[in-house]
């Protein structure tokens, strides 16, 4: 008794009896917080794991959608941002494994949908509870659940420090915490006491600590609907590049006290015709009013507009401020569109997807109105260099990322296909210096690049399968820069003793290759004249299987073929890529593994290049 | 590239085969088509090594009292910023402590010039101290060479130990010959004269010839002398304190460029302001020498593919009414030569020798070698003061703006609008702070659009006159157009009304 008076008369010193009562019950509460949160989402939790990185997820619903972040399911290729990783792997908390398919990804914002099969007779899943992220509010407490660096089943707590975090860059106002994440977190759920999930856990501070940050589940549900839908987010074009926030210096300027403030308007775009006008505010969408204070309600706005459905017309009431007169009131009723494919923007790949001269070291991608303006770029008709690797011709010739590259060799180069075929002219004609024109914000400046033809004069033999070819686009364009010449030709009709290689281009499809009698006896007539015979995926098969004597050498094919393989009773090692004498293989998994087999097929064909 | 060094392989092997008498294959003739080596008598080591000191020691005799050492204190400033651009990065400037450096200086003059191998930064030398004989005199810039990147100094009361080196002339130095340096050390070891000894490499050519030595003791800072007791180089104190290969510049080169004979008696008021002339720079800024031009070296492989010179420079813009315009020259020009000296390197080196064969001085005339569509062409144009631009100061908004003339356009990177006004800083803290930057160009301000400075002023003027608290601002922010709202009330020091 003496205890608990004591404590009371504290608890009215410090003048708050509420508080204190709080506080004596706080740690028995927290316990069972914690312990039942555990309990219930912990069959929904699960983690992500494939060739290239590990993370977390949830599951939505019992027959296996499950959400996770974009960057977790992502393929680690800077040339297709929509290429996604080729083995995915999720177990469940009970250590039950299944294989999974993206149905939809996207890293701004950071979120993937995934889909997981069940097998008749297997155990329903446990889907989470969704919650409302729009009601979450600084200081309560949250729980992340996820496989921090591989610790599978891992719960941590804390409290939300933020929720209108915009100091990232990102598309939309997200989440902060302080509840520990680490590597592996990614995209695993963010709870709210009452275990609904509020947020995917996405990135930290490296160099800070308790610096987490979730993209809030409300933007996740309607993403989970793009996905569903077309697979991808599916942006409408919003009249401006950016809005801005009408706060109250700029409100008192203005004369208008609250609203959206266009700051830009494309000329000739669709938003010019419907007649808006930078410096136009938005007061109302459809009716009913909108403001914007500070920038997070500027993206929260926006994102409510490029998320609704493509096609659809929004009303805009505007008031147009007017110099010395009354402002006026105008409404525009605007229909959406689809908006162009954004570019590559900090560490966000973008959605548009790059063309990668490895050898050059150049990568080139289109680039759209909008995009120029976002990155200041010129408006020259080019394409976006994208791409320059260090210590190669492109670098050389002074190119740099953010140039537009307007002409090669005096023709120009409006897109990428006009751009591959000029460059691909000139490679083909193996020109010393290849003279391009670029845009470099108000500069033209001519340079010129001149590519190293490792294979000058090599002839090789390409065999491409008649149905589902895969890397056939890599390997032409990696052939096409190291100079060699390509001999496109039926099997029938390709002389051995003419060319310096053989390449059989893998994918399914070239399983038919082991079966083919014209393949086999060119492969046969390859080795005798002691020619490099080159081949990936199912086509390394065939190729082992006409010549006997190559039995002898170290082999490599896609996984599926692997037991051909060894039936044959050839030496097969499961390696990316294998190099044997005159012999290279491939497994042709991903596209790190063709460029490897392309790269070591460059190598042999190298005059002393070893 | 391994295939490159390959072919080198059976030359080595079958030198190294000669001595196992191994028949003679075809690489063994063309070695023996070298003139053949002439015997050299054979030398006592212990005479060769005594007559190396001798004249080692002979040359630091006669040219210690040409040497003094020089102790200069500067205060660690913000790099070159200049009058904008200190509240660019954000943040306070933090003051470092003053900085102290001792180095040789040779004397020039008997009434006390004496010239150091480092430019001074401007207005930033706190202290000047210089020993000769023993005795430490009190000394000022006088002038400071943005070229060579030396600094003259001038002592106020020389008396007799300032013995200048006299006047010497003789060729650049061969490859082969060897060269005596010599540093003046300071206080703690009795400021002697340390020699040493080094071979020179060979010649290398740009703005101003240089002599590459070997390492050992040729440093940074270091007088070369030959072992007739001449000067014949100084290597300069690179500014980042690096130096990869010792290269010093030939003495007699170094005298002709500092022109002593015009600038004989000219005040120390160098060192606080801008030089007028001297500068090699086709920037304008204040008074400076200008021809209205930009140029960029062209690309060798585009220079191979369209049969052009390697050994060129192309002019990208070039400013309305300036004097290149005057004289004709055209964006697209490729000069190939100056002064009748053509080019002979390529690259950002032609660029050292378009500075090496002018004098870009007000006044005097230049002439380019161009090729304008692949045909020769002469063009002369006479160096004219650049216009000045003038920076205006509006505390109010708490931002500094300039005029965006032709050539504030072109050289500004990320301006894509050609009228308005151009910020060129931002206070820290004032209205503007954080809602404005560099870069950014006004075009309207008050609503009222904003084409030049003048209306720019009209504007603000109008502003004050009538105690606006808030203005809207319509700025370019690259190639997009932006809204700033500024709240006038936030004025630095608490009032900074100045009409």
């Known amino acids: 008794m003496r205890a608990e008076s004591l404590v009371l008369v504290l608890a009215l010193a410090a003048g708050s009896p509420a508080l204190a009562e709080e506080l004596a019950a706080a740690p028995e509460a927290t316990e069972s917080i914690g312990e039942a949160l555990f309990k219930r989402v912990d069959p929904s939790v699960v983690m992500i794991s494939h060739e290239s990185a590990l993370g977390s997820g949830f599951i939505l619903t019992p027959d296996g959608y499950i959400m996770t972040n974009g960057h977790v399911v992502m393929a680690p290729d800077a040339e297709d941002p929509k290429d996604v990783a080729k083995r995915i792997t999720v177990t469940l908390y009970d250590d039950r494994k299944y294989p999974a398919r993206v149905i939809g990804h996207g890293l701004d914002p950071d979120v993937a949908l995934i889909k997981i099969d069940l097998d008749p007779g297997d155990e329903p899943l446990a889907p989470v509870t969704l919650g409302d992220s729009d009601a979450v509010h600084a200081g309560q407490r949250c729980f992340a659940f996820g496989a921090p660096l591989g610790l599978k089943r891992c719960l941590t707590g804390g409290i939300v420090s933020n929720v209108d975090r915009t100091d990232l860059g990102t598309f939309v106002p997200i989440i902060q915490m302080d509840a520990p994440i680490n590597h592996g977190n990614s995209g695993g759920p963010l709870f709210n006491e009452q275990g609904q999930v509020i947020g995917i856990n996405t990135y930290g501070f490296e160099q800070g600590q308790n610096l987490g940050f979730a993209v809030p589940i409300n933007v996740g549900k309607v993403l989970r609907e793009h996905y569903l839908k077309h697979g991808r987010i599916l942006r409408a074009a919003v009249p401006t590049v950016l809005f801005q926030h009408v706060d109250d210096v700029m409100g008192k300027a203005l004369g208008i006290p609250s609203g959206v403030l266009v700051g830009h308007v494309i000329p000739g775009s669709e938003a010019d015709r419907a007649g808006f006008l930078a410096g136009d ?69 973008g959605e548009v997807p790059a063309r990668i001269y490895e050898t050059l070291g150049l990568g080139v991608q289109e680039v759209g109105a909008k995009a120029r303006l976002t990155f200041n770029l010129p ?22 990322q953010g140039d537009i590259l307007t002409r090669i060799e005096g023709v120009a180069t409006p897109d990428p296909d006009r751009f591959a075929e000029e460059l691909e002219k000139a490679l083909k004609g193996r020109k010393k210096a290849i003279r391009l024109e670029i845009q470099r914000q108000k500069q033209t400046i001519q340079t010129a690049m001149a590519p190293y033809y490792a294979l000058a004069g090599k002839k090789v033999a390409v065999l491409e399968p008649a149905a589902e070819a895969e890397w056939m686009e890599l390997l032409r364009r990696g052939m096409l820069e190291a100079g060699a010449e390509l001999v496109l030709l039926p099997p029938g009709e390709v002389k051995a003793a003419e060319v310096d290689a053989l390449l059989l281009v893998g994918g399914p499809g070239s399983v038919a290759f082991q079966e083919d009698a014209a393949v086999a006896a060119l492969v046969r007539e390859a080795v005798k004249v002691k020619k490099t015979v080159a081949a990936l995926g199912p086509a390394a098969v065939a190729v082992v299987k006409a010549e006997p004597s190559l039995l002898d050498k170290k082999m490599t094919t896609s996984e599926d073929q692997a037991d051909k393989a060894m039936a044959l009773q050839a030496k097969y090692t499961g390696k990316p890529v294998e190099r044997d004498g005159k012999l290279i293989t491939g497994t042709g998994f991903d596209k790190p593994a063709a460029k490897e087999f392309l790269k070591a097929l460059v190598r042999a064909l190298t005059p002393r290049g070893d | 590239m391994p295939h490159r060094s390959l072919p080198w392989i059976p030359v080595l092997l079958l030198v190294a085969g000669c001595a196992a008498s191994v028949p003679a294959a075809p690489p063994v003739k063309s070695l023996s088509q070298l003139p053949p080596v002439r015997p050299v008598a054979p030398v006592d080591g212990g005479r060769y090594l005594k007559a190396v000191a ?20 500067v205060e660690a400033g913000a790099g070159s910023g200049g009058a904008h651009g200190g509240g660019r990065r954000g943040g306070p400037q933090q003051p470092q402590g ?14 006390g010039l004496v010239l150091i191998p480092v430019p001074l930064p401007k207005g930033r030398v706190q202290d000047l101290k210089i020993w000769a004989g023993g005795k430490e005199y009190a000394a000022e810039v006088q002038k400071i060479d943005e070229r060579l990147q030396m600094t003259l100094l001038k002592v106020q009361v020389p008396g007799s130990a300032f013995v200048p080196v006299p006047a010497a002339e003789r060729a650049f130095p061969r490859r082969g010959e060897w060269l005596v340096s010599l540093v003046c050390g300071g206080k703690d070891v009795d400021f002697q004269v340390f020699p040493g000894l080094g071979m020179v490499r060979g010649k290398v050519s740009g703005l101003f010839d240089q002599i590459v030595m070997d390492g050992g003791s040729v440093g940074m800072g270091t007088v070369l002398a030959d072992l007739d007791g001449r000067i014949v180089g100084i290597t300069r104190v690179a500014q980042n304190g690096m130096m990869m290969v010792p290269q010093a510049l030939f003495f007699p080169e170094v005298i002709q460029k500092l022109e002593l004979g015009k600038k004989a008696v000219e005040v120390a008021e160098a060192a606080a302001e801008p030089e007028d002339d001297e500068e090699d720079t086709s920037l304008p800024g204040k008074g400076k020498p200008w021809l209205g031009i930009t140029m960029d070296p062209i690309n060798e492989a585009y220079a191979e593919a369209s049969n052009l010179p390697k050994e060129g420079i192309w002019v990208r813009d070039v400013f309305g009414g300036s004097p290149a315009a005057k004289g004709g020259l055209k964006p697209s020009d490729l000069l190939v030569g100056v002064n009748q000296h053509p080019f002979t390197r390529s690259g950002p080196r032609a660029l050292e020798q378009l500075g090496k064969f002018t004098n870009p001085k007000v006044g005097t005339e230049v002439t380019f070698d161009v090729l304008r569509d692949g045909k020769p062409l002469t063009l002369t144009c006479c160096y004219e003061k650049a216009p000045e631009m003038a920076d205006l100061q509006a505390d109010d ?73 808030v203005v809207l601002v319509k700025v370019c922010r690259g190639n997009r157009t932006a809204y700033v709202a500024l709240d006038l009330t936030l004025r630095l020091h608490g009032k900074g009304d100045k009409s």
Request: hydrophobic share 40%; with cysteine.
């Open chain 1, 281 to 349: 505010v938005i007061v109302s969408l459809d009716g009913a009013p909108v403001s914007a204070h500070e920038l997070a309600d500027v993206q929260r706005f926006n994102w409510r507009l490029v998320t609704r459905e493509v096609g659809s017309s929004v009303t805009f009431g505007l008031v147009r401020p007017r110099a010395g007169a009354e402002a006026e009131a105008r409404e525009i009723v605007f229909q959406l569109r689809q908006d162009e494919r954004a570019p590559r923007s900090g560490n966000q790949v």
């Open chain 1, 379 to 400: 408006d020259a008709p080019g394409v976006l260099v994208s791409v320059v690797q260090p210590g190669t011709s492109a670098q050389k010739a002074g190119l740099s």
């Open chain 2, 54 to 73: 001798e004249a080692t020691d002979r040359v630091a005799a006669t040219l210690e009292r040409h040497l003094v050492y020089v102790e200069v204190t």
């Open chain 2, 98 to 111: 003053p900085q102290q450096m001792g180095m040789t200086g040779v004397v020039l003059q008997a009434d």
């Open chain 2, 397 to 469: 908004l708490g931002i500094q703006v300039r005029e965006l003339t032709e050539s504030l356009f072109c050289m500004t990177p990320g301006v894509y609008q050609r009228e308005g006004v151009l910020v060129t800083s931002v206070v820290n803290g004032s209205a503007a702070s954080r809602q404005m930057g560099p870069g950014d160009v006004i075009v309207e301000l008050d609503r009222k659009p904003v084409r030049d400075l003048k209306a720019f002023t009209a504007a603000l003027e109008d502003l004050r006159r009538r105690k606006a608290e």
